[in-house]
């Protein structure tokens, strides 16, 4: 376990130093919107860390492929919706609370705040990237490794194509203050969780047929568990109910992450 190890201490580096980096760009954007973006692309350049230390096999072909597929895809998005929607709402009144409470310039409050706490979760979530392409046993996909690389490509099209369509619906001046309850959206209030999901637990397929690979399981069960009980559907609908008239009643009769049927007929179109 020793290489191992010794990979996993190069690649806790690596993410240290992108997110130092970050914060240090932040302090000219005086904005820390953009590490979001950055929490995407460090997942590939954890991926590619690891393949630089870990001999060249088809799965880890496979997993750096994937993993910059999933940091591409969110790195974009995100850097598209700060240059489109500004500095995220949720950063603001949370450094300036820091500012109040605790006499904290932005740079302190930005690190603390936000370096601190995402760079050991970028970390903790990349470990499939990571564990799955040591050591060198089981180089070659079996079905395990087949059928992830097939759930984690649903999960990155699908959380893409529930981004797309919200995104659209948002861009049309008559939806303004309603609720999206078409596509993919009519089946579940958070289609792009599910994607999310099944992406890492896709992941870990692919990373458990190797012995390493195993003890990642921590990663798709933690983003789980922060989607459905932490800062994912909590957070999001505590906001939902109070600005939006009527989202309770989609709440009641929509599944929360897994697609489903609407519980009432004839509501969601």
């Known amino acids: 376990m020793e290489p191992v190890l010794f990979v996993l201490i ?114 903790l979530i990349s470990l499939p990237l990571q564990l799955g392409q040591l050591p060198a046993e089981a180089p070659v996909l079996g079905p395990l490794g087949t059928a992830g690389i097939c759930v984690a490509v649903f999960g990155v099209f699908y959380e893409t194509l529930a981004d797309v369509q919200l995104t659209a619906f ?34 870990f397929l692919i990373a458990a047929e190797t012995s390493p690979g195993l003890f990642s399981i921590i990663s798709p069960l933690f983003l789980s568990w922060t989607l459905v009980k932490w800062s994912g559907l909590p957070t999001m609908e505590y906001r939902m109910r109070k600005e939006k008239q009527g989202y309770q009643e989609y709440l009641d009769s929509t599944s929360a992450i897994i697609p489903m049927p609407s519980r009432k007929r004839g509501y969601v179109s």
């Open 10 to 123: 190069i690649n806790a580096a690596v993410v240290a130093a992108g997110f130092l980096v970050m914060w240090l760009f932040c302090q000219f954007t005086r904005d820390c919107t953009p590490i979001d973006a950055y929490w995407g692309i460090g997942m590939g350049v954890v991926a590619t860390s690891t393949f630089l230390q870990a001999p060249e096999t088809q799965r880890n072909w496979v997993l750096l492929v994937l993993g910059w597929l999933w940091a591409v895809r969110l790195g974009a998005y995100m850097l598209w919706r700060w240059r489109d929607h500004g500095a995220d709402r949720r950063y603001t009144p949370m450094l300036e609370k820091a500012k109040k409470k605790r006499g904290w310039g932005f740079a302190m409050a930005s690190m603390m705040l936000v370096i601190v706490p995402q760079a050991p979760l970028q970390f």
């Open 170 to 203: 948002r861009k049309n001046p008559a939806n303004k203050g309603g609720i999206m309850q078409s596509g993919l959206w009519r089946y579940s209030r958070h289609p792009n969780y599910f994607g999310e999901a099944c992406f890492w637990w896709g992941l």
